[in-house]
Protein backbone atom coordinates (compact mmCIF):
# COMPACT_ATOMS: atom_id res chain seq x y z
CA UNK A 1 0.00 0.00 0.00
CA UNK A 2 1.68 3.25 -1.02
CA UNK A 3 0.80 5.89 1.36
CA UNK A 4 1.08 9.93 1.07
CA UNK A 5 2.91 12.00 3.97
CA UNK A 6 -0.43 12.77 5.40
CA UNK A 7 -1.33 8.85 5.46
CA UNK A 8 -3.67 8.57 3.05
CA UNK A 9 -3.69 5.73 0.23
CA UNK A 10 -2.93 6.04 -2.99
CA UNK A 11 -2.80 2.73 -4.51
CA UNK A 12 -5.01 -0.62 -3.08
CA UNK A 13 -3.30 -3.04 -1.56
CA UNK A 14 -5.64 -5.72 -2.77
CA UNK A 15 -8.28 -5.76 -5.79
CA UNK A 16 -11.47 -7.75 -5.49
CA UNK A 17 -13.53 -9.43 -8.49
CA UNK A 18 -17.41 -8.19 -7.98
CA UNK A 19 -18.63 -10.14 -10.97
CA UNK A 20 -17.74 -12.65 -13.52
CA UNK A 21 -15.56 -11.29 -16.49
CA UNK A 22 -17.29 -10.93 -19.83
CA UNK A 23 -15.61 -12.42 -23.26
CA UNK A 24 -16.29 -8.89 -24.59
CA UNK A 25 -14.95 -6.80 -21.28
CA UNK A 26 -18.30 -5.02 -21.78
CA UNK A 27 -20.63 -4.94 -18.27
CA UNK A 28 -24.45 -4.70 -19.77
CA UNK A 29 -25.18 -1.42 -21.50
CA UNK A 30 -21.57 -0.24 -19.52
CA UNK A 31 -19.66 -0.81 -23.01
CA UNK A 32 -15.96 -1.37 -22.81
CA UNK A 33 -14.46 1.27 -25.28
CA UNK A 34 -11.00 1.43 -26.20
CA UNK A 35 -8.96 3.94 -27.45
CA UNK A 36 -9.29 5.37 -30.63
CA UNK A 37 -5.85 4.40 -32.23
CA UNK A 38 -6.47 1.02 -31.10
CA UNK A 39 -10.26 0.79 -32.55
CA UNK A 40 -8.62 2.17 -36.21
CA UNK A 41 -6.02 1.19 -38.35
CA UNK A 42 -3.60 4.11 -39.98
CA UNK A 43 -3.67 2.24 -42.89
CA UNK A 44 -7.00 2.38 -43.69
CA UNK A 45 -9.76 5.50 -43.91
CA UNK A 46 -13.14 6.44 -43.63
CA UNK A 47 -13.39 8.08 -46.88
CA UNK A 48 -12.52 7.54 -49.99
CA UNK A 49 -10.21 10.06 -52.30
CA UNK A 50 -9.32 10.37 -55.42
CA UNK A 51 -5.80 10.43 -56.14
CA UNK A 52 -4.31 13.48 -55.85
CA UNK A 53 -2.16 14.40 -58.53
CA UNK A 54 1.98 15.15 -58.13
CA UNK A 55 2.37 18.85 -57.68
CA UNK A 56 5.80 20.22 -56.34
CA UNK A 57 6.48 20.84 -53.04
CA UNK A 58 6.18 24.59 -51.48
CA UNK A 59 7.31 23.68 -48.52
CA UNK A 60 11.13 24.30 -48.62
CA UNK A 61 11.57 20.91 -47.19
CA UNK A 62 9.08 21.14 -44.24
CA UNK A 63 6.68 18.50 -45.67
CA UNK A 64 6.23 15.74 -43.70
CA UNK A 65 8.80 12.63 -43.97
CA UNK A 66 6.69 9.98 -42.55
CA UNK A 67 2.88 9.13 -42.08
CA UNK A 68 0.77 11.41 -39.70
CA UNK A 69 -0.29 7.92 -37.99
CA UNK A 70 -4.23 9.28 -37.49
CA UNK A 71 -6.44 6.04 -37.22
CA UNK A 72 -8.67 5.95 -40.43
CA UNK A 73 -12.33 5.18 -39.06
CA UNK A 74 -15.48 5.00 -40.98
CA UNK A 75 -18.52 7.08 -39.74
CA UNK A 76 -20.28 4.82 -37.98
CA UNK A 77 -17.43 3.51 -35.71
CA UNK A 78 -16.55 7.36 -34.88
CA UNK A 79 -19.76 8.51 -33.52
CA UNK A 80 -19.72 5.12 -31.49
CA UNK A 81 -16.95 5.90 -29.89
CA UNK A 82 -17.72 9.16 -29.01
CA UNK A 83 -21.41 8.38 -27.76
CA UNK A 84 -20.16 5.20 -25.67
CA UNK A 85 -17.57 7.16 -24.24
CA UNK A 86 -19.96 10.35 -23.44
CA UNK A 87 -21.80 7.53 -21.58
CA UNK A 88 -19.00 7.20 -19.10
CA UNK A 89 -19.47 10.93 -18.09
CA UNK A 90 -21.01 11.59 -14.96
CA UNK A 91 -23.02 15.15 -15.38
CA UNK A 92 -25.80 16.96 -13.59
CA UNK A 93 -28.40 16.02 -15.91
CA UNK A 94 -27.86 12.31 -14.62
CA UNK A 95 -27.63 12.92 -10.77
CA UNK A 96 -26.85 14.87 -7.67
CA UNK A 97 -23.33 16.81 -8.36
CA UNK A 98 -22.05 17.04 -4.71
CA UNK A 99 -18.51 18.58 -5.52
CA UNK A 100 -17.98 21.19 -2.61
CA UNK A 101 -17.19 24.76 -3.32
CA UNK A 102 -17.90 24.62 -6.88
CA UNK A 103 -21.73 24.98 -6.90
CA UNK A 104 -22.50 22.35 -9.70
CA UNK A 105 -26.33 23.71 -10.20
CA UNK A 106 -29.00 22.62 -12.66
CA UNK A 107 -28.96 24.89 -15.59
CA UNK A 108 -32.46 26.22 -17.00
CA UNK A 109 -32.87 25.28 -20.45
CA UNK A 110 -34.27 28.50 -21.12
CA UNK A 111 -31.36 30.62 -20.57
CA UNK A 112 -29.32 28.24 -22.68
CA UNK A 113 -31.87 29.05 -25.56
CA UNK A 114 -31.41 32.99 -24.85
CA UNK A 115 -27.85 32.38 -25.34
CA UNK A 116 -28.02 31.07 -28.83
CA UNK A 117 -30.33 33.68 -30.47
CA UNK A 118 -29.01 34.94 -33.49
CA UNK A 119 -27.17 38.31 -32.80
CA UNK A 120 -25.63 36.60 -29.61
CA UNK A 121 -24.71 33.17 -30.30
CA UNK A 122 -22.97 34.99 -33.96
CA UNK A 123 -21.32 37.73 -32.23
CA UNK A 124 -17.99 38.90 -33.66
CA UNK A 125 -15.81 40.46 -31.15
CA UNK A 126 -14.71 42.94 -33.78
CA UNK A 127 -17.94 43.88 -34.98
CA UNK A 128 -18.28 47.39 -35.00
CA UNK A 129 -20.05 49.17 -31.87
CA UNK A 130 -22.66 50.55 -34.00
CA UNK A 131 -24.38 47.33 -34.91
CA UNK A 132 -23.91 45.33 -31.77
CA UNK A 133 -26.21 48.01 -29.73
CA UNK A 134 -28.16 45.10 -28.21
CA UNK A 135 -25.56 42.81 -27.06
CA UNK A 136 -24.21 46.25 -25.44
CA UNK A 137 -27.53 46.90 -23.54
CA UNK A 138 -27.83 43.27 -22.35
CA UNK A 139 -24.26 43.78 -20.63
CA UNK A 140 -25.12 47.05 -19.15
CA UNK A 141 -27.90 45.91 -17.82
CA UNK A 142 -26.47 42.69 -16.19
CA UNK A 143 -23.50 45.02 -15.04
CA UNK A 144 -26.57 47.19 -13.26
CA UNK A 145 -27.65 44.18 -11.40
CA UNK A 146 -24.53 42.61 -10.45
CA UNK A 147 -24.16 46.40 -9.16
CA UNK A 148 -27.89 46.27 -7.47
CA UNK A 149 -27.02 42.60 -5.84
CA UNK A 150 -23.55 43.46 -4.26
CA UNK A 151 -24.59 47.38 -3.08
CA UNK A 152 -21.23 48.00 -4.90
CA UNK A 153 -21.03 51.13 -7.51
CA UNK A 154 -18.79 49.71 -10.31
CA UNK A 155 -18.20 46.30 -12.04
CA UNK A 156 -15.60 45.22 -14.47
CA UNK A 157 -17.04 42.51 -16.97
CA UNK A 158 -14.42 41.38 -18.67
CA UNK A 159 -12.83 38.65 -16.44
CA UNK A 160 -12.82 35.46 -17.77
CA UNK A 161 -13.33 33.27 -14.60
CA UNK A 162 -13.30 34.04 -10.88
CA UNK A 163 -9.19 33.92 -10.31
CA UNK A 164 -8.85 36.00 -13.93
CA UNK A 165 -11.37 37.97 -10.90
CA UNK A 166 -9.01 37.55 -8.40
CA UNK A 167 -5.96 38.88 -10.13
CA UNK A 168 -8.31 42.04 -11.63
CA UNK A 169 -9.08 42.74 -8.01
CA UNK A 170 -5.48 42.47 -6.57
CA UNK A 171 -4.13 44.51 -10.35
CA UNK A 172 -6.83 47.40 -9.32
CA UNK A 173 -5.64 47.12 -5.66
CA UNK A 174 -2.02 47.63 -6.39
CA UNK A 175 -2.73 50.30 -8.73
CA UNK A 176 -4.90 52.31 -6.12
CA UNK A 177 -1.74 51.84 -3.40
CA UNK A 178 0.73 52.94 -6.35
CA UNK A 179 -1.50 55.80 -7.01
CA UNK A 180 -1.16 57.20 -3.60
CA UNK A 181 2.76 56.24 -3.62
CA UNK A 182 1.98 53.16 -0.69
CA UNK A 183 3.71 50.18 -1.88
CA UNK A 184 3.22 47.40 0.24
CA UNK A 185 4.16 43.85 -0.16
CA UNK A 186 2.14 41.48 1.74
CA UNK A 187 -1.60 39.80 1.05
CA UNK A 188 -2.80 37.73 4.02
CA UNK A 189 -4.71 34.96 3.46
CA UNK A 190 -7.25 33.16 5.65
CA UNK A 191 -7.02 29.52 6.11
CA UNK A 192 -10.87 29.33 5.44
CA UNK A 193 -10.43 31.03 1.91
CA UNK A 194 -10.71 28.93 -1.57
CA UNK A 195 -6.71 28.01 -2.45
CA UNK A 196 -6.79 29.91 -5.86
CA UNK A 197 -6.85 33.35 -2.88
CA UNK A 198 -3.11 32.81 -2.10
CA UNK A 199 -1.89 31.29 -5.73
CA UNK A 200 -3.72 34.56 -7.56
CA UNK A 201 -1.51 36.90 -4.58
CA UNK A 202 1.65 35.36 -5.22
CA UNK A 203 1.28 35.97 -9.18
CA UNK A 204 0.89 39.65 -8.42
CA UNK A 205 4.13 39.99 -7.11
CA UNK A 206 2.74 39.94 -3.22
CA UNK A 207 4.36 37.89 -0.27
CA UNK A 208 1.41 35.75 1.12
CA UNK A 209 1.06 34.84 5.05
CA UNK A 210 -1.73 32.76 6.41
CA UNK A 211 -3.98 33.81 9.09
CA UNK A 212 -5.12 30.98 11.21
CA UNK A 213 -9.07 30.01 11.45
CA UNK A 214 -10.28 29.94 15.53
CA UNK A 215 -12.40 26.93 17.07
CA UNK A 216 -15.72 28.09 15.22
CA UNK A 217 -13.72 27.56 11.87
CA UNK A 218 -14.35 31.18 11.54
CA UNK A 219 -11.09 33.91 11.04
CA UNK A 220 -9.54 34.63 14.00
CA UNK A 221 -10.23 38.22 14.09
CA UNK A 222 -7.60 39.06 17.27
CA UNK A 223 -4.73 36.84 14.99
CA UNK A 224 -5.99 39.10 11.80
CA UNK A 225 -6.11 42.82 13.69
CA UNK A 226 -2.02 41.71 15.16
CA UNK A 227 -0.49 41.38 11.92
CA UNK A 228 -1.97 43.97 9.95
CA UNK A 229 0.34 47.23 9.50
CA UNK A 230 1.84 49.11 6.79
CA UNK A 231 3.51 46.28 4.28
CA UNK A 232 0.05 44.66 4.32
CA UNK A 233 -2.14 45.59 0.60
CA UNK A 234 -4.53 43.49 1.50
CA UNK A 235 -6.62 40.73 3.00
CA UNK A 236 -8.12 38.14 0.48
CA UNK A 237 -11.02 36.85 2.47
CA UNK A 238 -14.23 33.93 1.34
CA UNK A 239 -17.20 34.49 2.41
CA UNK A 240 -19.00 32.51 2.67
CA UNK A 241 -15.95 30.76 3.49
CA UNK A 242 -14.90 27.27 2.38
CA UNK A 243 -15.88 25.69 5.70
CA UNK A 244 -19.34 26.63 4.78
CA UNK A 245 -20.08 29.01 7.66
CA UNK A 246 -20.53 33.17 6.93
CA UNK A 247 -17.99 35.42 8.59
CA UNK A 248 -20.04 37.15 11.38
CA UNK A 249 -17.57 39.07 12.33
CA UNK A 250 -16.69 40.86 8.01
CA UNK A 251 -17.74 44.46 8.92
CA UNK A 252 -15.02 44.16 11.67
CA UNK A 253 -12.67 42.92 9.80
CA UNK A 254 -12.95 45.64 7.12
CA UNK A 255 -13.18 48.02 9.47
CA UNK A 256 -9.53 46.89 11.01
CA UNK A 257 -8.32 46.21 7.45
CA UNK A 258 -8.88 49.70 6.37
CA UNK A 259 -7.31 51.49 9.28
CA UNK A 260 -4.76 50.15 8.49
CA UNK A 261 -4.60 51.46 4.95
CA UNK A 262 -5.06 48.36 3.13
CA UNK A 263 -8.06 47.00 0.94
CA UNK A 264 -10.59 43.70 1.39
CA UNK A 265 -11.12 41.11 -1.57
CA UNK A 266 -13.44 39.61 -1.32
CA UNK A 267 -13.99 35.84 -2.96
CA UNK A 268 -17.46 35.89 -4.28
CA UNK A 269 -17.59 32.26 -5.66
CA UNK A 270 -19.70 30.86 -2.80
CA UNK A 271 -22.27 34.07 -3.63
CA UNK A 272 -24.81 31.26 -4.46
CA UNK A 273 -25.08 31.30 -0.60
CA UNK A 274 -26.47 34.77 -0.02
CA UNK A 275 -27.48 36.17 -3.26
CA UNK A 276 -30.80 38.62 -2.24
CA UNK A 277 -29.58 38.24 1.24
CA UNK A 278 -26.50 40.26 1.98
CA UNK A 279 -25.01 43.33 -0.34
CA UNK A 280 -21.02 42.66 -0.26
CA UNK A 281 -21.04 46.26 -0.30
CA UNK A 282 -22.11 46.71 3.30
CA UNK A 283 -19.64 44.85 4.34
CA UNK A 284 -17.02 47.08 3.88
CA UNK A 285 -16.03 44.82 1.10
CA UNK A 286 -13.83 46.63 -1.80
CA UNK A 287 -13.53 43.80 -4.42
CA UNK A 288 -15.41 41.11 -5.21
CA UNK A 289 -15.85 38.67 -8.10
CA UNK A 290 -18.71 36.90 -9.08
CA UNK A 291 -18.45 33.69 -10.55
CA UNK A 292 -21.25 33.71 -13.21
CA UNK A 293 -20.81 30.15 -13.80
CA UNK A 294 -21.90 29.64 -10.40
CA UNK A 295 -24.31 31.85 -9.37
CA UNK A 296 -26.26 32.82 -12.28
CA UNK A 297 -27.04 29.48 -14.28
CA UNK A 298 -24.36 28.70 -16.77
CA UNK A 299 -22.31 25.76 -17.72
CA UNK A 300 -19.60 24.62 -15.13
CA UNK A 301 -16.77 22.89 -16.07
CA UNK A 302 -15.07 21.41 -19.17
CA UNK A 303 -12.39 24.08 -18.77
CA UNK A 304 -14.83 26.69 -19.45
CA UNK A 305 -16.24 29.24 -20.99
CA UNK A 306 -16.49 31.25 -17.99
CA UNK A 307 -16.96 34.46 -16.20
CA UNK A 308 -15.81 36.10 -12.99
CA UNK A 309 -16.59 40.03 -13.20
CA UNK A 310 -15.32 42.12 -10.64
CA UNK A 311 -17.30 44.52 -8.40
CA UNK A 312 -15.50 47.58 -6.88
CA UNK A 313 -16.24 49.92 -4.29
CA UNK A 314 -15.84 53.71 -4.63
CA UNK A 315 -12.21 53.56 -3.81
CA UNK A 316 -11.18 51.08 -6.24
CA UNK A 317 -13.82 52.09 -9.30
CA UNK A 318 -11.17 54.32 -10.71
CA UNK A 319 -8.51 51.81 -11.29
CA UNK A 320 -11.08 49.31 -13.17
CA UNK A 321 -9.81 48.29 -16.32
CA UNK A 322 -10.72 48.52 -19.67
CA UNK A 323 -12.53 48.42 -21.91
CA UNK A 324 -15.99 49.24 -20.35
CA UNK A 325 -19.41 50.23 -21.35
CA UNK A 326 -20.57 53.71 -21.34
CA UNK A 327 -24.26 54.85 -21.99
CA UNK A 328 -25.07 58.07 -24.10
CA UNK A 329 -27.88 59.60 -25.39
CA UNK A 330 -26.75 58.25 -28.78
CA UNK A 331 -26.56 54.73 -27.55
CA UNK A 332 -24.27 52.51 -25.98
CA UNK A 333 -19.91 53.14 -26.60
CA UNK A 334 -17.16 51.00 -25.28
CA UNK A 335 -14.84 53.31 -23.49
CA UNK A 336 -11.30 51.87 -24.73
CA UNK A 337 -7.42 53.14 -24.61
CA UNK A 338 -8.02 55.78 -26.97
CA UNK A 339 -10.81 57.54 -24.86
CA UNK A 340 -9.37 56.56 -21.35
CA UNK A 341 -7.87 59.63 -20.81
CA UNK A 342 -11.42 61.05 -20.62
CA UNK A 343 -13.17 58.59 -18.94
CA UNK A 344 -10.85 56.26 -17.10
CA UNK A 345 -7.39 57.60 -16.83
CA UNK A 346 -6.33 55.87 -13.48
CA UNK A 347 -7.33 52.79 -14.78
CA UNK A 348 -4.46 49.66 -14.46
CA UNK A 349 -5.04 48.72 -18.44
CA UNK A 350 -6.77 45.53 -19.66
CA UNK A 351 -6.97 42.35 -18.86
CA UNK A 352 -8.20 40.17 -22.34
CA UNK A 353 -8.14 41.27 -25.99
CA UNK A 354 -12.28 41.85 -25.39
CA UNK A 355 -15.04 42.87 -23.82
CA UNK A 356 -15.73 39.36 -22.18
CA UNK A 357 -18.22 35.92 -23.18
CA UNK A 358 -21.33 36.79 -24.42
CA UNK A 359 -23.31 33.68 -23.70
CA UNK A 360 -22.12 33.81 -19.88
CA UNK A 361 -23.72 37.12 -20.45
CA UNK A 362 -26.96 36.20 -21.88
CA UNK A 363 -27.51 33.56 -19.52
CA UNK A 364 -27.09 35.00 -16.45
CA UNK A 365 -28.94 38.00 -17.39
CA UNK A 366 -31.86 35.49 -18.24
CA UNK A 367 -31.77 34.01 -14.95
CA UNK A 368 -31.89 37.12 -12.97
CA UNK A 369 -34.74 38.88 -14.80
CA UNK A 370 -36.80 35.19 -14.76
CA UNK A 371 -36.37 35.16 -10.88
CA UNK A 372 -36.63 38.24 -9.94
CA UNK A 373 -35.66 39.36 -6.03
CA UNK A 374 -37.57 37.31 -4.69
CA UNK A 375 -36.71 34.23 -6.49
CA UNK A 376 -32.92 34.81 -5.73
CA UNK A 377 -33.73 35.11 -2.19
CA UNK A 378 -35.59 31.79 -3.00
CA UNK A 379 -32.52 30.34 -4.06
CA UNK A 380 -29.91 31.31 -1.66
CA UNK A 381 -32.64 29.82 1.11
CA UNK A 382 -32.83 26.97 -0.42
CA UNK A 383 -29.07 26.26 -0.84
CA UNK A 384 -28.58 26.72 2.56
CA UNK A 385 -32.03 24.74 3.87
CA UNK A 386 -30.35 21.86 1.48
CA UNK A 387 -27.22 22.15 2.94
CA UNK A 388 -28.04 21.78 6.53
CA UNK A 389 -30.50 19.20 5.89
CA UNK A 390 -27.22 17.27 5.13
CA UNK A 391 -25.34 17.87 7.61
CA UNK A 392 -27.96 16.89 9.81
CA UNK A 393 -28.39 14.40 8.15
CA UNK A 394 -25.35 12.97 8.51
CA UNK A 395 -23.42 14.10 11.17
CA UNK A 396 -24.69 11.38 13.74
CA UNK A 397 -22.34 8.79 11.41
CA UNK A 398 -19.44 11.40 10.03
CA UNK A 399 -17.42 14.02 11.82
CA UNK A 400 -18.66 17.19 11.54
CA UNK A 401 -16.21 19.65 13.09
CA UNK A 402 -17.84 23.10 13.18
CA UNK A 403 -21.73 21.45 13.18
CA UNK A 404 -21.82 23.32 16.57
CA UNK A 405 -20.72 26.80 15.14
CA UNK A 406 -24.65 27.33 14.10
CA UNK A 407 -25.93 26.47 11.03
CA UNK A 408 -23.77 26.42 7.45
CA UNK A 409 -24.50 28.28 4.65
CA UNK A 410 -24.54 26.75 0.68
CA UNK A 411 -22.37 23.50 2.02
CA UNK A 412 -21.64 20.85 4.62
CA UNK A 413 -18.02 20.18 5.77
CA UNK A 414 -17.35 16.56 6.83
CA UNK A 415 -14.38 14.92 8.58
CA UNK A 416 -12.82 11.68 8.62
CA UNK A 417 -12.53 10.81 12.54
CA UNK A 418 -13.84 7.53 13.27
CA UNK A 419 -13.24 5.70 10.71
CA UNK A 420 -12.06 1.85 11.19
CA UNK A 421 -7.62 1.65 11.41
CA UNK A 422 -6.52 2.21 7.45
CA UNK A 423 -9.73 3.27 5.64
CA UNK A 424 -9.49 7.11 4.38
CA UNK A 425 -12.01 9.68 2.98
CA UNK A 426 -10.76 8.32 -0.74
CA UNK A 427 -11.72 5.02 -0.01
CA UNK A 428 -15.58 6.84 0.85
CA UNK A 429 -15.31 8.46 -2.23
CA UNK A 430 -14.39 5.60 -4.34
CA UNK A 431 -17.41 3.41 -2.51
CA UNK A 432 -19.94 6.55 -3.20
CA UNK A 433 -18.65 5.97 -6.99
CA UNK A 434 -20.24 2.36 -6.91
CA UNK A 435 -23.44 4.10 -5.42
CA UNK A 436 -23.89 6.58 -8.70
CA UNK A 437 -22.75 9.47 -7.34
CA UNK A 438 -19.74 11.47 -8.42
CA UNK A 439 -17.69 12.18 -5.28
CA UNK A 440 -18.04 14.92 -2.59
CA UNK A 441 -14.82 17.81 -2.52
CA UNK A 442 -12.16 15.28 -0.85
CA UNK A 443 -9.30 16.61 1.54
CA UNK A 444 -10.27 20.52 0.88
CA UNK A 445 -10.37 22.65 3.05
CA UNK A 446 -6.73 21.62 5.15
CA UNK A 447 -8.20 22.75 8.58
CA UNK A 448 -10.27 19.42 8.67
CA UNK A 449 -8.63 16.37 8.74
CA UNK A 450 -9.71 13.63 5.71
CA UNK A 451 -12.18 16.14 4.80
CA UNK A 452 -15.71 16.10 3.14
CA UNK A 453 -17.22 18.86 1.42
CA UNK A 454 -20.85 18.85 0.24
CA UNK A 455 -22.77 21.13 -2.12
CA UNK A 456 -26.13 20.49 -2.97
CA UNK A 457 -27.14 23.39 -4.30
CA UNK A 458 -30.76 24.34 -4.03
CA UNK A 459 -32.03 23.10 -7.06
CA UNK A 460 -32.13 19.11 -5.99
CA UNK A 461 -35.35 18.05 -4.29
CA UNK A 462 -35.41 16.40 -1.00
CA UNK A 463 -36.33 12.86 -2.62
CA UNK A 464 -32.72 13.47 -4.61
CA UNK A 465 -30.90 14.41 -0.90
CA UNK A 466 -32.50 11.47 0.56
CA UNK A 467 -30.97 9.19 -1.49
CA UNK A 468 -27.86 11.02 -1.49
CA UNK A 469 -27.97 10.85 2.52
CA UNK A 470 -28.84 7.17 2.27
CA UNK A 471 -25.97 6.30 0.18
CA UNK A 472 -23.52 8.26 2.03
CA UNK A 473 -24.56 6.65 5.53
CA UNK A 474 -23.99 3.19 4.05
CA UNK A 475 -20.82 4.02 2.64
CA UNK A 476 -19.61 5.78 5.64
CA UNK A 477 -20.44 2.70 8.17
CA UNK A 478 -18.77 0.60 5.83
CA UNK A 479 -15.54 2.56 6.35
CA UNK A 480 -15.84 2.36 10.30
CA UNK A 481 -16.69 -1.01 10.67
CA UNK A 482 -13.64 -1.60 8.31
CA UNK A 483 -15.44 -3.44 5.61
CA UNK A 484 -12.29 -4.33 3.31
CA UNK A 485 -14.54 -4.42 0.12
CA UNK A 486 -14.48 -0.84 0.47
CA UNK A 487 -10.83 -0.49 -0.13
CA UNK A 488 -10.73 -1.52 -3.48
CA UNK A 489 -13.73 0.56 -4.07
CA UNK A 490 -14.99 1.00 -7.19
CA UNK A 491 -16.32 -2.19 -8.72
CA UNK A 492 -18.73 -0.98 -11.02
CA UNK A 493 -17.06 1.64 -12.80
CA UNK A 494 -15.51 1.19 -15.85
CA UNK A 495 -12.24 1.22 -14.83
CA UNK A 496 -10.87 0.41 -11.27
CA UNK A 497 -8.76 2.01 -8.88
CA UNK A 498 -5.95 3.57 -9.61
CA UNK A 499 -2.47 5.08 -8.21
CA UNK A 500 -3.26 8.37 -7.95
CA UNK A 501 0.05 9.50 -7.12
CA UNK A 502 1.66 7.58 -9.38
CA UNK A 503 -0.99 9.00 -12.05
CA UNK A 504 0.05 12.19 -11.16
CA UNK A 505 3.36 12.31 -11.45
CA UNK A 506 3.90 9.51 -14.46
CA UNK A 507 0.44 10.02 -16.27
CA UNK A 508 0.99 8.52 -19.81
CA UNK A 509 -0.85 11.25 -21.88
CA UNK A 510 0.70 10.01 -25.71
CA UNK A 511 -0.60 6.96 -27.21
CA UNK A 512 1.83 4.52 -28.29
CA UNK A 513 1.84 2.19 -30.98
CA UNK A 514 3.00 -1.01 -28.99
CA UNK A 515 4.92 -2.70 -31.76
CA UNK A 516 6.86 -0.09 -31.81
CA UNK A 517 7.20 0.81 -28.44
CA UNK A 518 8.76 -3.08 -27.63
CA UNK A 519 11.14 -2.52 -30.89
CA UNK A 520 12.77 0.52 -29.02
CA UNK A 521 12.79 -1.24 -25.76
Given at each position: ?66 P ?16 R ?11 L ?24 AD ?14 A ?20 S ?25 R ?30 A ?14 P ?172 G ?85 A ?32
Amino acid sequence: MNMLSEGRPTRPDHMETASPATATGNRALMLEEALIFEIGSSETTGVDFAVAPKVSSRLGGLERKRPIGLPGLSEQETVRHYTRLSRQNYAIDLGLFPLGSCTMKHNPRLNEKVARLPGFADLHPLAPVSTVQGALAVIDELAHWLKTLTGMPAVAMSPKAGAHGELCGLLAIRSALEARNDPRAVVLVPESAHGTNPATAAFCGYKVENIPANADGRVDLAALTARLGPDVAAVMITNPNTCGLFERDMKNIADAVHSAGAFVYCDGANFNAIVGRVRPGDLGIDAMHINLHKTFSTPHGGGGPGSGPVVFSAALAPFAPLPFIERADDGYHLVEEETADEHHGASFGRMVAFHGQMGMFTRALAYILSHGADGLRQVSGDAVLNANYILRSLEDVLDAPFGASGPCMHEALLGDKGFAEGFTTLDVAKGLIDEGFHPMTMYFPLVVHGAMLIEPTETESKAALDQFIMALRSVAGRAKAGDPTLRSAPHFAPRRRLDETLAARKPVLVWEDPALREAAE
